[in-house]
Structures are given as structure tokens and as C-alpha cells.
């Protein structure tokens, strides 16, 4: 077993950083992807170049690939049932259903694109 050690670059980074670690954190519960945002060197800025391992990468690759089918996958479920159950029907949840099915699809095409080529793990 391979005991895990802390990265000490990011650990001077997330130090250094703390207040935008956190609200990045934070923000990660409602999209785990905004957790690559700190890795982007957004406007050639420190605050955004954290050191993070390629371990990391992944697992907020992988985090972000089950949460289609934890998240988005049964929103589509619910909206179908209520267009199908809708007594009266309206546009408004017509267009929710396709705008659903349309990011379903874009990100599972994204997420089979980066598995391929692994862009996620880039510097």
C-alpha cells in the first residue's frame, strides 16, 4: 500500500492562497470541475497556478464524469416523467428537456474526449 504524501508546493500554494482555496472548494460542491480553475494561470495570476499532482487531475476528472450520472442524468429522468404526466402542456419545460438532453450529451462527448487524450493532465 502506497502511503500518501503531501505535496509541499502546493502545500506553501494553498497557504499562500487560503481564502480563494476555500471558495474554490466551496464551489466545488455545486461543480466539481471548478476545482481545475485553480490550476488554469487565469490572467498569469499566482492565485491561480496551484501545483497540482496529476493524482489530483484525475480524480477530479473521474469526480466530474460520475457526477453526469449522479446529477444530470436523473434531472433528464424527472423532466421526462413530468412532460409525460403534465396534464397541460406548456413550452417552458420543452425547451428544459432539450436544453437537459443537449448538455447530457455535450458533456458525456467531452468527458469520452478526455478520456482519450487526457487533456486534463496538461500543464
Do not use: C
Not at 500554494?13 to 470541475?33: A, E, P, Q, V, Y
Not at 476545482?35 to 496551484?50: C, I, S, Y
Not at 493524482?55 to 466530474?64: A, H, K, P, V
Not at 453526469?68 to 402542456?89: C, N
Request: hydrophobic fraction near 55%; charged fraction near 15%; proline fraction near 5%.
Amino acid at each position: 500500500m502506497i502511503a500518501w504524501m503531501p505535496n509541499e508546493d502546493f502545500v506553501r500554494w494553498f497557504l499562500k492562497n487560503m481564502r480563494i482555496t476555500i471558495l474554490f472548494g466551496l464551489l466545488s460542491i455545486i461543480h466539481i470541475d471548478t476545482l481545475k480553475m485553480l490550476k488554469l494561470r487565469l490572467g498569469g495570476l499566482e492565485l491561480f497556478n496551484a501545483p497540482l499532482p496529476n493524482i489530483s487531475l484525475t480524480i477530479i476528472f473521474w469526480g466530474s464524469y460520475f457526477s453526469i450520472f449522479l446529477t444530470e442524468i436523473p434531472q433528464f429522468i424527472i423532466q421526462v416523467y413530468y412532460i409525460f404526466s403534465a396534464v397541460m402542456y406548456d413550452i417552458i419545460p420543452l425547451f428544459a428537456i432539450i436544453a437537459s438532453s443537449l448538455a447530457i450529451i455535450i458533456n458525456v462527448v467531452k468527458k469520452l474526449f478526455s478520456i482519450k487524450y487526457k487533456p486534463y493532465l496538461s500543464n
